[in-house]
């Protein structure tokens, strides 16, 4: 299968009062079509960077380096036009926030907009009826309605659902998803994500989520990483991933589940004034923080089957 | 702390040298100017420029330069007493009536609407009619016109606030109300006061030169800027400099003043402020 | 401890024609001393209307609360300044619920205002390090800004802030929904830990079943305003 997204050694550094600051420190990773990629990790490990600087948002930046291959092209190193073209027909955004959505605007407006820029489609019927269509399929109850309201009039999960209906409402190749289900109940999330899962068979639509719901993961993702500190500790179907981690950090954060007993972790991350060459994660590992010598990890070690762990102890 | 950083980017600034030389002006005019602005001189009058006289003499014979200069004593003294008036004056309602809101708002907005359905001249006149002239009387009366726009302003930017998440948790705590107005509210709505501060002296100085322009601000023989105007008018074709100068700075005293609160809106040269996106500390990394 | 009966709070829909809604129809339950008494159910069923009645920051329209056999309802000024200390929350915006001016070590202290201006000037800097201590953080935060922590560790001074003063109730909405796993592993064993030492109750809303099934003594499950049911959760595989 071809590969649609193709990341290679993303680094982002910049300047800051008290020293050299590493949002990313080398991240590499590659998406099929037609394939979902997870990225799961803790608050401030780097994820929502990452997919800033997949959609290019970042700009041209000093401090960015590395490269990010779409169909070709390296994101990175396009200028605005070419990048802008891309946005919602080739690559859509799912953003965090629902304060994303322009609070003086109808979200059939949101939809329509989007598609009239894309589609090249003038008439106001076809319009409305692909954006009745695209909601429809995010099980809405009244897609007419949902049409002519605008964001305060509707709930916090109806404005998640809009968010997803103006991701997909072009049917890009790769949809790049910021947190896209947290704040949702539970019941609404597995609807979505069986929705997805549908769009993604019928359209052949690949995803990059970024989350810390190891469940959302588990549902979707056919691969994922795991993100600690700015740099990857775990690659690999998810299946794998999950069942069998073999990444100290990966297990803390499967035993944390409330489904397996909550069993937390203590200690913070880093952070991204870490500069030592070693294991960001060895001070808090429950095996690595006996040893006395700091693990130095440049290699993945490989455990079949395309998965890689970051880890010296990942044999046990 | 943060306020120095903003004015890091002033200077670098022409007009902000500008302000001081006439702040400096303003203190002590004499370190500026040897000559009293009052002495006349009959026999010189309507001199053009000169070494002894740097903008000339007027219809008197006094040296207009001295008397631009303490000028800027009246202009800027005037002009700060009456922000400084207004300010409290209308920023306090504003803050009360912004937070308590119910009937205390109804009140606070009705009085406002009553003062400003008259245009600001007009009550202007009416009262330096009936207070008549002079610099205090002027003082008080624009204070009394111009504070209803502070109060609508500063209203509207506690109405935002006092809605914000950390302003309810205060309230959970049990924190006192006028506790949580200075010291929560307060401190997030100063930085739009203090652009809204250095615009308005600019109006005042324009006020209080209009009042003077037409007889009913400061009193002769006081140098005010506008009053040198008013007499300079009917030498325009014999001495221009007697209402050039005053009129030049005038102008430029007002461009500086909007100048410096549009660089303190918004500022640049990688100066911070918290115009609501910035906040202190906010350059990630330091966990 | 808290007796709840018969809440009812009504929002108008519609601009013209005004549609009451109810958001809280009818509510009735008890809250007990040393419990933890959950609150579950979908967005928007009045999970969250509820905890703001509780701190205070709404009033409903029909029903009584009873703290402690004082009616919460009918206190005002100063009194209601007094019972506030008793009654303190934390919510699932960590990050908007400080100051984002304000010092950690500030934050901390303006809670003591509450007891008064003589309480506070007592605080010293050692009995704030202890504060934060108690939550799992450190001396070095103590002089940090909001935008400069993790949500976890903000997350934690919002609960050193809501202990301060030692309240008998805490109203947690959805205290770790934006917080990932291992995060909220951290901050419900903290919760427990401090409802073992100083026996708090918690009301604990979320909309996750498992975390709720292995924290909470009792539940009441909320479905458009009203309250389905009231399960105790002691015959369950949990732990505390």
């Known amino acids: ?316 | 702390m943060n306020k120095i950083i903003v004015f890091k980017s002033l200077i670098y600034k022409p007009y902000f040298y500008f302000l001081l030389f006439l702040v400096l002006a303003g203190i002590n005019p004499f370190l500026i100017s040897g000559n009293n602005p009052y002495t006349t001189n009959l026999s010189g009058r309507l001199e053009p420029p000169s070494a002894e006289y740097l903008f000339g003499t007027d219809n008197l014979g006094r040296c207009v330069f001295s008397r631009v200069m303490h000028g800027a004593r009246i202009s800027i003294g005037a002009g700060l007493s009456i922000l400084l008036l207004s300010l409290l004056f209308g920023g306090t309602l504003g803050i009360l009536s912004g937070y308590f809101g119910g009937w205390v708002d109804e009140f606070v907005m009705r009085i406002t609407d009553i003062f400003m359905t008259v245009p600001t001249i007009v009550i202007a006149l009416v009262l330096a009619g009936s207070l008549g002239p002079g610099t205090k009387n002027v003082i008080i009366i624009l204070s009394i016109t111009m504070w209803t726009g502070y109060a609508r302003m500063i209203r509207g930017l506690v109405l935002d606030i006092k809605n914000r998440h950390y302003v309810e948790t205060a309230k959970t705590i049990g924190l006192k109300n006028s506790y949580i107005m200075l010291r929560h509210i307060l401190p997030a709505i100063l930085p739009p006061i203090l652009v809204m501060a250095t615009l308005g002296m600019g109006r005042n100085i324009i006020m209080i030169s209009s009042l003077s322009f037409l007889g009913l601000g400061i009193i002769e023989p006081a140098p005010d800027w506008g009053a040198m105007l008013n007499q300079g008018t009917a030498y325009m074709r014999t001495a221009p400099h007697m209402a050039l100068f005053p009129g030049l700075f005038i102008s430029l005293t007002v461009l500086s003043f909007n100048m410096v609160g549009d660089e303190l809106g918004s500022p640049g040269n990688g100066s911070q402020f918290f115009m609501g996106a910035g906040n202190p500390g906010s350059q990630k990394g330091i966990r | 401890m808290l007796k709840i009966r018969n809440l009812s709070k009504i929002y108008y829909k519609g601009l013209f024609c005004k549609k009451p809604v109810f958001s809280l129809n009818g509510i009735s339950f008890d809250v007990k001393h040393n419990e933890i008494f959950g609150i579950i159910g979908k967005n928007g069923s009045g999970k969250t209307t509820i905890a703001k009645i509780l701190l205070k920051l709404i009033k409903p329209d029909y029903g009584t609360i009873f703290f402690n056999n004082h009616n919460l309802l009918e206190l005002k000024g100063e009194k209601l300044r007094g019972f506030r200390s008793k009654i303190q929350g934390i919510s699932q915006n960590y990050e908007t619920a400080l100051n984002p001016r304000m010092k950690i070590k500030e934050s901390l202290k303006e809670v003591f205002l509450a007891t008064g201006r003589k309480a506070f000037n007592e605080i010293t800097d050692n009995k704030l390090e202890a504060m934060l201590n108690e939550v799992g953080l450190g001396q070095e935060h103590l002089n940090r800004f909001p935008a400069q922590l993790s949500g976890g560790q903000l997350q934690r001074i919002n609960i050193a802030r809501a202990i301060a003063l030692r309240p008998e109730l805490i109203i947690a909405d959805e205290p770790t929904s934006n917080l990932d796993v291992s995060v909220q592993a951290q901050i419900i064993h903290l919760m427990l830990k401090i409802k073992k030492k100083t026996g708090m109750s918690f009301i604990f809303i979320s909309h996750d079943h498992t975390l709720i099934s292995l924290i909470c003594d009792r539940v009441a499950i909320f479905n458009a305003g009203r309250i389905i049911e009231i399960k105790s959760m002691r015959n369950t595989e949990k732990r505390v």
């Open chain 1, 1 to 316: 299968m071809k590969n649609l997204l193709s990341v290679k050694e993303l680094k982002l550094v910049y300047d800051s009062p008290a020293g050299k600051a590493h949002a990313l420190r080398g991240v590499s990773f590659n998406v099929e079509e037609g394939e979902i990629f997870g990225i799961a990790g803790e608050s401030g490990a780097g994820k929502t960077t990452i997919c800033r600087l997949l959609m290019g948002f970042m700009g041209k930046n000093a401090g960015i380096s590395g490269q990010v291959y779409f169909n070709g092209d390296d994101i990175l190193k396009l200028n605005h036009k070419d990048l802008y073209r891309l946005y919602s027909r080739k690559i859509g955004f799912l953003p965090q926030s629902i304060a994303s959505l322009n609070p003086l605007l109808t979200i059939g407006t949101h939809i329509t907009e989007t598609l009239k820029k894309n589609l090249k489609v003038k008439t106001k019927k076809i319009l409305k009826q692909k954006a009745i269509y695209i909601l429809d399929a995010l099980e809405f109850s009244d897609s007419g309605q949902v049409y002519n309201s605008f964001p305060y009039q509707l709930s916090g999960g109806m404005n998640q659902r809009a968010l997803l209906a103006i991701a997909f409402c072009c049917f890009p190749n790769l949809v790049i998803a910021d947190e896209p289900f947290t704040g949702l109940d539970p019941d609404l999330r597995d609807h979505l994500l069986e929705t997805v899962r549908i769009l993604k068979y019928k359209k052949n639509i690949s995803m990059v989520i970024v989350t810390h719901d190891l469940k959302v993961i588990e549902k979707i993702c056919d691969k994922t990483a795991i993100i600690y500190n700015g740099s990857f500790v775990e690659t690999g179907e998810t299946k794998d991933v999950i069942k069998t981690p073999l990444h100290p950090y990966t297990r803390s954060l499967i035993k944390a589940m409330p489904e397996n007993g909550m069993i937390p972790t203590w200690g913070f991350a880093p952070g991204a004034l870490y500069n030592d060459a070693g294991c960001s994660f060895q001070p808090r590992c429950p095996m690595g923080s006996k040893e006395k010598k700091k693990h130095i990890v440049s290699f993945p070690v490989s455990a079949g089957n395309n998965h890689y762990v970051w880890c010296l102890n990942a044999k046990n």
